[in-house]
């Protein structure tokens, strides 16, 4: 029997709190990692491009990989492709942490850091990509059409608390010992602790559920991301996702040179820079979306406008506090963007292709991060402001999509 559970009140259910906590402590573990990079990259002396290549192997794989695990959770239960995603990142994490501690010691070289840094990124891309699709589709299989826009900007907004709580947590576990390798150990850490308590306490997937929903899926073709139905929410979140991964990536980068700070002694003022972004997010999904009853639609072309003052923003700043403004702003936007996209998709399709539109979504926000990073890293280094003009000319693009196209500004929650 499925219980439903308004846009404000997610929490109230402790399977959702659960997904919830699994879907945050990767956030928060991926952000810790993403902001204490530069510096790790900048004290190996590994080229900054190089940095930002290390996340296209994983994100590829991620991409690939993201529909498999829908549908294998279609066929075998979300509670086991939960486990197995956050089981891959706990691994994956573990083998980073030792890489790149054998890197600061001097036991083995930069070149052979990031060839070992990235093949264990790679099981994280391989097998992390598990959770993401089984807990949408675990949620969307809950709620009503009607609330299913502000239960999925609650999972969501995983991602924004992760984004705060990492980076705020990270330079806390860099301890002389381990030094900039201690965050991803205790996320490492967390991450086991979390799988225990998923084991125990989310409940077992109903059999009799698993079989209705693998017999729907048998005989129906499978959900394509050139499908009508959700195509133009494709293109939306991809590039929306990419310009999101510009920014991210290229975040502690422009922080380091604006300040004139050491590696080391800039991190807490990234660190700071990612927080201020994240609360916005928050700020978006948490209060905003249900205090004014936003869909699909409003998410979108919200999303997009608000990513675009944040963007412009970015590209006159010349401080840390008018880059840490613009970006609280442009993370205003995507916060808005994200659940925007992922519920519009989940909207415009049947309950018997949940899985297959949630595998959709964890691909595209993977695809986001296979050449974004590195490209927007490598438009750095000619200027620092030249990835956020042009991630600005994609936005305005896409905000004229999402005041254009029907399918974008239709009101699914009324279908």
């Not at 922080?255 to 002694?265: C, E, F, K, M, R």
């Not at 209060?287 to 004014?292: A, R, V």
Request: proline share 6%; glycine share 10%.
């Amino acid at each position: 029997m499925r219980r439903p559970v308004s846009s404000g009140g997610a929490f109230q259910r402790s399977d959702f709190r659960m997904l919830f906590l699994v879907l945050f402590i990767t956030a928060a573990g991926n952000t810790a990692l993403q902001s204490v990079l530069p510096a790790i990259g900048r004290e190996l002396e590994i080229p900054d491009v190089a940095v930002a290549a290390i996340f296209s192997v994983s994100a590829l794989l991620w991409t690939l990989s993201s529909p498999f695990w829908a549908r294998q959770s279609d066929k075998r239960g979300r509670k086991k492709l939960v486990m197995l995603g956050l089981g891959g990142y706990a691994v994956s994490t573990l083998c980073c942490a030792l890489v790149i501690l054998a890197g600061i010691d001097q036991l083995i070289g930069p070149a052979l850091v990031v060839i070992l840094f990235a093949t264990f990124r790679a099981i994280f891309g391989t097998f992390g990509s598990a959770s993401n699709p089984a807990a949408q589709a675990y949620v969307a299989q809950r709620t009503t059409t009607a609330q299913r826009t502000g239960a999925l900007s609650v999972l969501a907004s995983a991602f924004g608390l992760g984004t705060i709580v990492g980076p705020a947590l990270a330079p806390f576990f860099i301890f002389p010992i381990v030094t900039l390798s201690g965050p991803l150990f205790a996320f490492a850490l967390f991450a086991v602790v979390i799988m225990l308590l998923v084991h125990r306490y989310l409940p077992r997937d109903d059999p009799a559920e698993i079989e209705r929903t693998r017999a729907a899926g048998e005989g129906r073709k499978r959900l394509s991301w050139l499908d009508p139905r959700i195509r133009p929410f494709v293109i939306y979140g991809l590039v929306i996702g990419n310009m999101q991964a510009v920014m991210a990536q290229t975040l502690g980068f422009f922080v380091i040179d604006t300040s004139g700070l050491p590696p080391a002694q800039a991190q807490s003022y990234i660190g700071l820079a990612m927080m201020a972004g994240a609360g916005a997010t928050l700020l978006a999904q948490w209060g905003l979306i249900g205090l004014f009853g936003m869909g699909p639609k409003e998410l979108l072309r919200w999303g997009a406008g608000c990513a675009l003052v944040g963007t412009i923003g970015m590209v006159f700043a010349d401080s840390f506090y008018t880059i840490t403004i613009s970006f609280a702003l442009a993370m205003l936007g995507y916060g808005f963007a994200r659940p925007g996209f992922s519920a519009g998709a989940s909207l415009a399709v049947p309950m018997e292709d949940q899985g297959a539109s949630a595998g959709t979504v964890s691909a595209v926000n993977g695809a986001s991060f296979i050449l974004a990073p590195t490209i927007g890293v490598a438009l750095y280094q000619l200027w620092p402001h030249l990835p956020y003009v042009l991630s600005a000319a994609g936005l305005v693009a896409i905000l004229v999509f999402a005041l254009k196209n029907p399918t974008l500004s239709a009101r699914l929650e009324d279908g």
